[in-house]
């Protein structure tokens, strides 16, 4: 099933739609990890480091990624540390 490109929210209207796992939206998180959609036809993903382990682990059941704002998104994330950039597909780090 595919997404809407747009999302409506309380406090910034209709925006795009990025994913946030549920421990970052519960700021529960004080790390996250950046997932890139490898051909950028998907907004980018922000996963904590718990959901990234459970990622690169292949249990992926116990991860729930959410739709939220972009600009909520920016809001919840700005308080976190990155701590990596994955591709989604291939699971690998950039290199820098």
Not at 32 to 56: E, N, Q, W
Not at 66 to 77: A, D, G, K, P
């Amino acid at each position: 099933m595919k997404l809407p490109k747009l999302i409506r929210c309380g406090d910034h209207k209709w925006t795009p739609r990025q994913g946030i796992c549920f421990h970052i939206k519960r700021k529960k998180a004080q790390e996250y990890v950046r997932i890139k959609h490898p051909d950028g036809t998907m907004p980018d993903a922000f996963i904590c480091r718990a959901c990234s382990d459970r990622l690169r682990s292949e249990k992926t059941g116990d991860i729930t990624v959410i739709s939220v704002c972009m600009h909520c998104v920016r809001r919840l994330t700005r308080r976190l540390t990155q701590i990596a950039e994955l591709y989604h597909g291939d699971q690998r780090e950039e290199e820098e």
